[in-house]
């Protein structure tokens, strides 16, 4: 890599009528002039044999600077990394703490992750039709319509990490919204409902208020003009105890799905769900990186997605013959 900023524009051809246009110096760097021989067919800048690798500089949990754009808010605080990106979707299983790659994808380093991993995921069905889902868990990249939409239509339990929006800071919208900036719901007057579970067959999770207002709870979010505890709201009745209920299915009443997660985040359950994941990832992660692999042999988006499914492949069989040799030796210890 000799630039950080190529795009899909540095491999078109230039000429003196129609110079190619430089990412590079429209970020105010040096970038390329591109009035050599070298760069008649793409800029020498651009690794030819690698057209589809881009950078990107990782700065945060669910957001990140594209392109090498150090002028982004937050610069400095992640790491230079050009290439590709692999997206595996793993099974993680819980009892004997192993995990499988049953499927992956191959993106520039840059490319979004959503819309891929949703079709490896309406994949599945197709390659094991045997598999029940019961829990779809990701990063915040993941935190769009094409990914939650797919999970909930498979039924299975959304474990996304939040994908932050600046419009959650301002806590005078959650009562008008419906909800605060971790999906939760908030009521009219600002208070925070309680979770009541999930219902797997009808696929939607029960919150009610239950009358908290009454109980000397303190609201999330005071309104002005407002004398607490509220005495005009309606869900008070001695005759509805549970208060104010919610049923809340694939998506909040205004149709946004961005935050809503079908098991309260930051619970017990959430944590032990999403750490499961996380751990699946970091092990394939680990082992792969100690192949040597952080390197890839090869060069080209194809030839990297070929070979990354031949050591997904590969760390699926030793972890297969890891399992068989520990059965083996607890089958030999067992009495009798």
Known sequence: MRCAFVQASCYQPSSVAEPRPCPAKLKGKPGCDCDTLACALSC?????????????????ANHSQVNGDSTTEGAGRGRLRYGYRSLPLQFAEPGRRFSLVLLDDFLPANGREENP??????????????????????????GYFSYLHAAYQLGAKRVVDLRADPGDQNKADWPLRGYNDQGRPVCPYGYALISNGFDSHRQRHKWFCGQSCLRGATPLVKLPQVIYPPDECAHQAPDRPHGKIVNLAETFPNGSIRLVRDIPVG??????????????????????????????????????????????????????????????????ASPG
Do not use: C
Not at 45 to 60: L, W
Not at 121 to 140: K, S, T
């Open 117 to 142: 991993a949703a079709a490896l995921l309406m994949q599945l069905q197709l390659f094991y039709p045997d598999l029940q889902i019961e829990v779809a868990a990701g990063d915040a990249g993941l």
């Open 44 to 60: 020498r800048r651009a690794p030819n044999r690698d057209p589809q690798a881009r950078s990107i500089v990782y700065s945060g």
């Open 267 to 332: 619970t017990p359950a959430w944590e032990r769900l999403y750490h499961r994941a996380r751990n699946a990832s970091e092990f394939r992660h680990t082992v792969l990186q100690g192949w040597g692999l952080k390197r890839m042999p090869v060069y080209g988006q194809p030839r990297g997605w070929a070979f990354t499914a031949v050591a997904d492949t590969w760390l699926n069989l030793t972890t297969l013959a890891r399992l068989v040799r520990e059965a083996t030796v607890a089958a030999r």
